[in-house]
């Protein structure tokens, strides 16, 4: 789907795993990198997660992004963004990728 390509996304962490609780990234196509992450071959804080045994889901993701979005994004701090950890933003619709699955999907 090309709505899933050229994304930033932010992940949710069950549990934290040190000092962190999300990890945003961007994805030139948002199902391959999710299988990465899952497969252990994604960002070095997923992988500690699925070894820990720490669930973890895609919560947003904006479209249109790019490494200079992520950036700005990272600068305004994850749990800010994180509609279940901030405040200001719980009632947006999450959106999650499920185990096992490739698309993510508006819930």
Partial sequence: MDEYRNVCYLIHFD???GNAQHYLGYASDLSVRIS?????????????????GIGWR????W????PAIERRLKSMGAAD?????????RNLPP?????????PSLT
């Fill in 15 to 17: 549990e934290p795993i």
């Fill in 63 to 66: 479209r249109n992004g790019s």
């Fill in 81 to 89: 963004l994180c509609p279940h950890c901030s405040r200001y933003i």
């Fill in 95 to 103: 959106v999650t990728v499920e185990k096992g699955q490739g698309q």
């Fill in 36 to 52: 990465q992450h899952r497969s252990g071959h994604g960002a070095r804080l997923t992988g500690r997660a699925n070894f820990l």
């Fill in 58 to 61: 895609v919560v947003r993701v």
